[in-house]
């Protein structure tokens, strides 16, 4: 970030931690991620909807508008470079502010140097608040009057649900921006830039292709991890003396094995399937093992907990009427806590679907009925089963013999429910399975009890 920084530009920050401090980052031994942080917004990877012409950012960094922002994603996706952005393109004073160390005391004492500065000189100031979440109510209340009055531009960084986390008048007195979580193709491009980079490698190194697609999927779409790999790795070619990072080079760095698993390939759909074959054969011990693979691999954790929850149906259904709320509740964890945590309610889920007891008779029932349906078996809905609340709907017969099952011993009426074509129908066959015994025996007596058998 040469040049990033004028001397009178930057005032000492207060306490900096997550992202890092944005000074001193052009010495050698600063680590790699600093050293390649995006000094403009055109060479910022990924974010597309932020780095638009005439987007709010633009103008805010290329200073023809002056606004407070919040910023909010995942790690990794740019938060940190956005605020060394604002501070570096324009000609305004930038302060760091940690909500890890920083307290009322700290906050105020800025908005004041900053609001001293606007009035003496005409200088506006950029407040950088990492990790605003961690701010207490009281912390973010001393902020509102250097954002209300602009005294100060606000750029504060959360990873954290904001909705949650930033107090309302904060919220409404700043534009929300939200960074979407990079691709791999974005990784492997900040990956790329790093190797030949000047503030990078430079070239020194040469990286296979199995080795960066290594370093991306541990990635996780973080680029500032990626690039720490990218570091590790280069490390241990330079002590072997190589001038190539290949794969076996990666995975020794990073300690961790390459899982080979193309998610548009072969491995996919053989892994995936493996899984579900699994959970069926009620192997737990496989199932994670599978389960394991698809995560390390980066696999999206929804697709697993989306066929989960098919599994609990196709495959167990009333055996265990516990399982489709158990897969369902996994799938609602995944979305609400995202990896790594949520790889603990896809093990617990996967653990007990696959010991449960097996049953595809609801699947069984509902491809009969659906066969019945297409082969044109349709019939007339039987008139006493009809609408009757319209005028007129009693002379065409309809539900004039309707019988109120609630006015009848244990709740069952004897009538037709079916058209004539599938009057003896037979689509839902139970097992003998867990608790599906219990269904098949009570479902036996009332069709008996319903069709007067």
Same mark, same amino acid.
């Given at each position: 970030?040469?040049?990033?920084?004028?001397?009178?530009?930057? =005032?000492?920050?207060?306490?900096?931690?997550?992202?890092?401090?944005?000074?001193?980052?052009?010495?050698?031994?600063?680590?790699?991620?600093?050293?390649? $942080?995006?000094?403009?917004?055109?060479?910022?990877?990924?974010?597309?909807?932020? #780095?638009?012409?005439?987007?709010?950012?633009?103008?805010?960094?290329?200073?023809?508008?002056?606004?407070?922002?919040?910023?909010? @994603?995942?790690?990794?996706?740019?938060?940190?470079?956005?605020?060394?952005?604002?501070?570096?393109?324009?000609?305004?004073?930038?302060?760091?502010?940690?909500?890890?160390?920083?307290?009322?005391?700290? +906050? $105020?004492?800025?908005?004041?140097?900053?609001?001293?500065?606007?009035?003496?000189?005409?200088?506006?100031?950029?407040?950088?608040?990492?990790?605003?979440?961690?701010?207490?109510?009281?912390?973010?209340?001393?902020?509102?009057?250097?954002?209300?009055?602009?005294?100060?531009?606000?750029?504060?960084?959360?990873?954290?649900?904001?909705?949650?986390? +930033? *107090?309302?008048?904060?919220?409404?007195?700043?534009?929300?921006?939200?960074?979407?979580?990079?691709?791999?193709?974005?990784?492997?491009?900040?990956?790329? =830039?790093?190797?030949?980079?000047?503030?990078?490698? !430079?070239?020194?190194?040469?990286?296979?292709?199995?080795?960066?697609?290594?370093?991306?999927?541990?990635? @996780?779409?973080?680029?500032? $991890?990626?690039?720490?790999?990218?570091?590790?790795?280069?490390?241990?070619?330079?002590?072997?003396?190589?001038?190539?990072?290949?794969?076996?080079?990666?995975?020794?760095?990073?300690?961790?094995?390459?899982?080979?698993?193309?998610?548009? @390939?072969?491995?996919?759909?053989?892994? *995936?399937?493996?899984?579900?074959?699994?959970? $069926?054969?009620?192997?737990?011990?496989?199932?994670?093992?599978?389960?394991?693979?698809?995560?390390?691999?980066?696999?999206?954790?929804?697709?697993? !907990?989306?066929?989960?929850?098919?599994?609990?149906?196709?495959?167990?259904?009333?055996?265990?009427?516990?399982?489709?709320?158990?897969?369902?509740?996994?799938?609602?964890?995944?979305?609400?806590?995202?990896?790594?945590?949520?790889?603990?309610?896809?093990?617990?889920?996967?653990?007990?679907?696959?010991?449960?007891?097996?049953?595809?008779?609801?699947?069984?029932?509902?491809?009969?009925?659906?066969?019945?349906?297409?082969?044109?078996?349709?019939?007339?809905?039987?008139?006493?089963? #009809?609408?009757?609340?319209?005028?007129?709907?009693?002379?065409?017969?309809?539900?004039?013999?309707?019988?109120?099952?609630?006015?009848?011993?244990?709740? *069952?009426?004897?009538?037709?429910?079916?058209?004539?074509?599938?009057?003896?129908?037979?689509?839902?066959?139970?097992?003998?399975?867990?608790?599906?015994?219990?269904?098949?025996?009570?479902?036996?007596?009332?069709? =008996?009890?319903?069709?007067?058998?």
């Amino acid at each position: 970030m040469d040049g990033l920084f004028e001397a009178d530009d930057v =005032r000492a920050p207060v306490a900096t931690a997550g992202g890092g401090s944005l000074q001193g980052s052009t010495h050698a031994s600063a680590p790699l991620a600093v050293r390649m $942080r995006p000094r403009t917004l055109d060479e910022l990877v990924g974010q597309p909807q932020l #780095r638009a012409e005439g987007s709010p950012l633009r103008q805010l960094i290329e200073g023809r508008q002056s606004m407070s922002v919040v910023l909010w @994603g995942p790690p990794g996706t740019g938060k940190t470079t956005l605020a060394a952005i604002v501070s570096g393109q324009t000609d305004r004073a930038f302060v760091e502010v940690s909500a890890v160390s920083a307290g009322v005391k700290e +906050v $105020r004492a800025a908005i004041d140097q900053a609001r001293s500065d606007l009035t003496r000189r005409g200088r506006e100031t950029v407040l950088f608040v990492d990790e605003v979440h961690r701010f207490s109510k009281a912390q973010q209340d001393a902020l509102l009057p250097g954002v209300e009055n602009r005294w100060v531009t606000l750029v504060a960084a959360t990873t954290e649900n904001p909705f949650f986390s +930033v *107090i309302s008048p904060l919220l409404s007195r700043s534009l929300l921006l939200q960074l979407d979580p990079l691709t791999d193709d974005d990784v492997a491009e900040v990956i790329d =830039r790093a190797l030949v980079d000047e503030r990078g490698l !430079a070239g020194d190194y040469e990286l296979d292709d199995d080795a960066r697609d290594h370093l991306v999927r541990l990635a @996780g779409g973080d680029a500032r $991890r990626g690039l720490t790999y990218l570091e590790a790795a280069a490390g241990a070619a330079r002590t072997s003396g190589a001038a190539t990072i290949d794969l076996s080079t990666a995975e020794t760095a990073v300690d961790r094995a390459a899982v080979r698993y193309d998610r548009q @390939g072969d491995q996919h759909y053989d892994v *995936i399937s493996a899984f579900i074959k699994s959970l $069926r054969g009620s192997d737990a011990d496989a199932a994670l093992h599978y389960l394991a693979r698809m995560m390390e691999a980066g696999e999206d954790p929804r697709f697993i !907990a989306r066929r989960l929850v098919i599994l609990a149906s196709e495959d167990i259904g009333l055996a265990d009427p516990t399982a489709l709320p158990t897969a369902v509740a996994a799938a609602q964890a995944v979305q609400l806590i995202g990896m790594p945590e949520a790889r603990l309610n896809l093990a617990q889920a996967t653990i007990a679907l696959a010991v449960a007891p097996k049953s595809n008779a609801v699947t069984r029932a509902i491809d009969s009925a659906t066969a019945d349906v297409r082969a044109g078996k349709i019939g007339q809905v039987p008139p006493h089963l #009809r609408d009757a609340h319209y005028p007129g709907s009693q002379r065409l017969g309809h539900g004039t013999s309707y019988t109120y099952s609630h006015d009848e011993p244990f709740g *069952i009426a004897e009538q037709q429910y079916a058209p004539d074509v599938v009057l003896d129908a037979e689509y839902y066959q139970p097992t003998s399975l867990g608790a599906e015994a219990a269904v098949k025996e009570r479902w036996e007596r009332i069709r =008996r009890m319903v069709r007067g058998r």
